[in-house]
């Protein structure tokens, strides 16, 4: 399985930017995964984002988030999105994605539950 994020890069607060995360795998297709986003900003600890199940159903780690974020899947382009409105420059961090074998998302999104990950990808909110 492999896991690439793109989409990154510097916008302005309250600006808005669009995340993807492209999947591949030789065995499996996308559908069998549920996906989660995490961030690290810088000198923090890794935190959950988002997760969304193979339906389309998902969570969001926290209320500060809900309103301003949007993930989304399309399995036929074996890809994940995150869409990040009204941008604060506490949302400076790099995302990363990470897929695990599951049919739903957890109560909470654990690290330690997903065992493929992406390089991440640089987000920059900033004037």
């Known amino acids: 399985v492999q896991l690439v994020e793109s989409g990154g890069g510097l916008v302005q607060p309250g600006g808005s930017l669009r995340l993807s995360c492209a999947y591949s795998s030789s065995r499996f297709t996308l559908d069998f995964f549920v996906i989660a986003w995490f961030r690290q900003a810088p000198g923090k600890e890794l935190e959950a984002v988002s997760c969304i199940d193979s339906r389309g159903d998902s969570t969001f780690a926290a209320d500060s988030m809900k309103g301003r974020f949007t993930v989304s899947r399309t399995n036929a382009k074996n890809t994940v999105y995150l869409q990040m409105n009204s941008a604060k420059p506490e949302d400076t961090a790099v995302y990363y994605c990470?897929?695990?074998?599951?049919?739903?998302?957890?109560?909470?999104?654990?690290?330690?539950?997903?065992?493929?990950w992406g390089q991440g990808t640089q987000v920059t909110v900033s004037s």
């Open positions: 990470a897929a695990t074998r599951a049919n739903v998302c957890g109560d909470k999104i654990k690290r330690d539950e997903y065992a493929y």
